[in-house]
């Protein structure tokens, strides 16, 4: 059985969960709570030396980095497709992604927002906007390529490893209270793919950890 390291309300989390779910994987959880630091306790970055999760336990090897798990899971476990046939799709699919994964949630990551606060002594409301910002921005940018290659999810007909992406970058925008109305298409996909089974059971409010 594999075992996923991570934490119920971690987005990066969230997006193995979905994988893991679409691909019809039985999987354990360890949770490791961010807001007491327990991501930096020895017996975990002896897993994960980056001192994040989520971590992927296989049974054989430790995989790190949610879009390399995830890549992991297409290689080892190809269908159902979480990127498409033709390499321009897989492209585009990744370009989703990588908005999220790497233009995105890294900048509103705990670590980046307590340096923000902590360091540079932003007050809340700095805060709050520049949460705001970020993810508006990689969402306008989202809008426009699910306005060119969506269909009933961010990309075609078939949930990819976009919205194994974007549904929990929508979730965190909610969570900060992010105004995300000026984003139809990203609201349309993601509320289709969060009526897939898959996705139901990822919500971080059904995990065994969540509050
Ligand atoms: N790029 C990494 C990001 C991992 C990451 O930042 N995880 C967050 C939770 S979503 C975390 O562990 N944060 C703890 C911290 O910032 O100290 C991935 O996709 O796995």
Redesign the pocket.
């Known amino acids: 059985m594999m075992v996923l390291h991570?934490?119920w309300?971690?987005?990066?989390?969230?997006?193995?969960r979905i994988a893991l779910n679409l691909k019809g994987i039985e999987y354990d959880q360890v949770t490791?709570d961010?807001r007491t630091?327990e991501?930096?306790a020895p017996d975990y970055v002896a897993l994960n030396p980056?001192?994040?999760?989520?971590t992927l336990d296989t049974g054989d090897v430790l995989l790190?980095?949610?879009?390399?798990?995830i890549e992991w899971l297409e290689e080892q476990y190809p269908e159902p497709r979480l990127l498409p046939e033709a390499p321009h799709d897989r492209a585009a699919v990744r370009a989703m992604s990588d908005i999220v994964?790497?233009d995105i949630?890294?900048l509103n990551?705990?670590?980046?927002l307590?340096a923000i606060k902590n360091d540079l002594g932003a007050n809340a409301t700095q805060t709050s906007a520049w949460i705001s910002h970020w993810i508006q921005s990689g969402f306008t940018a989202i809008e426009a390529l699910i306005e060119k290659h969506g269909g009933t999810y961010a990309f075609g007909d078939m949930p990819t490893m976009a919205d194994c992406c974007l549904v929990p970058q929508l979730y965190s925008a909610e969570r900060f209270e992010v105004d995300v109305s000026a984003y139809p298409r990203i609201l349309a996909a993601t509320e289709a793919a969060s009526r897939l089974p898959a996705f139901e059971k990822a919500h971080p409010s059904r995990q065994p950890d969540a509050d």
């Open positions: 991570g934490y309300r971690s987005t990066s989390s969230y997006r193995v490791h961010l630091g991501q930096a980056q001192r994040l999760v989520p790190t980095q949610s879009i390399a798990i994964a790497c949630h890294p990551n705990v670590r980046v307590n």
